[in-house]
């Protein structure tokens, strides 16, 4: 760090890290398990295989059928399937978040989506897939006997799952064909608006801590509509088709950055499995398998994403083998990089009394911290604080009059912030900052871009302070 000393203060610039990547909260490369053509894989299988793949990822996202989730009535995969219940310890202990889509549509589906309990309790549907001779129902959405039981499902989902320590958010939609909110021609008028309405306050009536998301711009239901989700709901656009020259075209890039920066974007590749099937890339017109990887990575940089996916197993080995340096890229640019650019502190404190702190913050990356979801609360605070030289004990902290949330790429935040140290011991501290979880009784949670000094990477060490 370059230092400066005036009379009675001491001005610091903190030197920026542009190389580390940073495991945080809502953003960065996902995998997948994706439970469309078999179920859930073998956990010791599957990680063997990822492991390689997770030094840039922050997620585990899982897309599921509900009839894997709930294979009989109230009985759940997280209690009762081993293999579900070590694949998801195996996450959290390589550190990665979860993420889920539940979805309810057999379209593609190894196995009926929506479990046969279901059905036998009167739910009405229709076949929309079979296997193997096999038909497999899908339930009509507006059916009173399907929603009472999903809101069932979804109620002990939460209870499991509405825990932001281990869970970044939840696609809280799961209709249509893939979950993804289209083909539901059946509906018509204003039962469109009923269906979706539904399944919205659904979700957002039994979580409330973790970031709830939406497809925006697919599946036939109106903008008005799904801006009522985000606006009166607090859903966060989740898009899939990022890369797609003919799925996710110029209006649909528009569309969402009329929403920015209110809306923070988690993004999905078009392409994945990708591996036996080049012609679905080359036919929509990348001449290799770099040219549209390119592609998927600068679509989710415009759109100022905080998500991508590099997806199960085989597709993850290629990004990693193909394609190292674009992964690097969008692990260093996506989501949110916090920046201490500049801070001027007293180098000496009396005892009781106040003193301003001024300090300049940036972020260097493209997407924001959706620290103002409702979800969220606001619960991310920059905090300053005098730690015990040495072990690194917290004796005094303040948080600090700054809002994270509104720091965006290409500005720079200047404040002043009254900073008093109590009636600390006389002796030498190390002055610190941090952005703290105000949840987690004040804990450092998201790591900054910053070089120099730092206590397990979260409480970053301006300096030294003398308490008189």
């Known amino acids: 760090m370059d230092v400066v000393r005036g009379q009675t203060d001491v001005t610091a610039y903190p030197i920026e890290d542009t190389d580390r990547f940073l495991r945080n909260p809502a953003m960065g490369w996902a995998i997948y398990i994706d439970s469309f ?33 709930e294979p009989e009535e109230g009985c759940y995969a997280w209690q009762a399937d081993d293999n579900y219940r070590r694949l998801i310890a195996m996450a959290l202990e390589r550190g990665l978040k979860l993420a889920f889509r539940v979805y309810m549509d057999s379209k593609d589906a190894c196995r009926q989506a929506t479990p046969q309990f279901v059905f036998d309790a009167g739910a009405r549907g229709y076949v929309n897939e079979t296997k193997q001779g096999m038909p497999f129902q899908t339930p009509y959405v507006l059916d009173a006997v399907f929603q009472a039981k999903l809101d069932r499902f979804v109620g002990a989902f939460a209870r499991e799952y509405d825990k932001p320590g281990i869970v970044d958010f939840i696609d809280a939609q799961g209709l249509g064909w893939w979950g993804e909110m289209h083909n539901l021609n059946y509906l018509h008028g204003p039962q469109k608006k009923r269906a979706f309405q539904w399944i919205v306050r659904l979700y957002s009536g039994h979580f409330h801590h973790v970031l709830l998301g939406g497809q925006y711009g697919k599946g036939g239901f109106s903008y008005g509509l799904q801006e009522w989700a985000i606006r009166e709901h607090g859903y966060v656009i989740r898009r899939d088709s990022f890369g797609s020259p003919i799925w996710f075209k110029e209006p649909d890039k528009r569309q969402i950055a009329k929403l920015w920066p209110s809306v ?6 078009c392409y994945h499995t990708f591996a036996g099937r080049p012609e679905w890339y ?20 415009d759109m100022h994403a905080n998500t991508l996916d590099l997806r199960n197993p085989e597709d993850a080995e290629l990004w990693m083998s193909t394609t190292p340096e674009l992964v690097r890229d969008f692990a260093l640019r996506c989501g949110y990089r916090f920046v201490l650019t500049e801070v001027t502190y007293p180098g000496e404190m009396a005892a009781g009394q106040e003193y301003v702190i001024r300090h300049t913050w940036k972020n260097a990356g493209v997407g924001k911290l959706p ?21 690194g004990t917290p004796v005094c902290r303040i948080l600090a009059d700054a809002e994270p949330a509104e720091w965006l790429q290409g500005v ?34 998201i790591r900054l871009a910053l070089k120099g000094e730092t206590l397990d990477r979260k409480w970053y060490i301006i300096g030294r302070t003398t308490i008189i």
């Open 264 to 269: 923070p974007v988690f993004a999905e590749n």
């Open 371 to 391: 620290n103002d979801n409702r979800n969220w609360r606001n619960k991310y605070k920059l905090s300053f604080a005098l730690l015990k030289r040495g072990d």
């Open 37 to 69: 053509e078999k179920p859930f894989p073998d956990a010791e299988d599957y990680w063997r295989r990822q492991d390689p793949n997770i030094g840039m990822a922050s997620l585990l996202y899982i897309r599921v059928p509900w009839s894997l989730m």
């Open 412 to 445: 720079e935040y200047r404040y002043e912030t009254l900073f008093a140290c109590g009636d600390c011991p006389s002796d030498v501290y190390d002055l610190a900052v941090a952005i703290v979880n105000t949840e987690q009784r004040n804990e450092p949670e």
């Open 282 to 301: 080359e036919g929509d017109g990348f001449q290799t398998l770099h040219d549209m990887m390119a592609r998927v990575v600068q679509d989710a940089v």
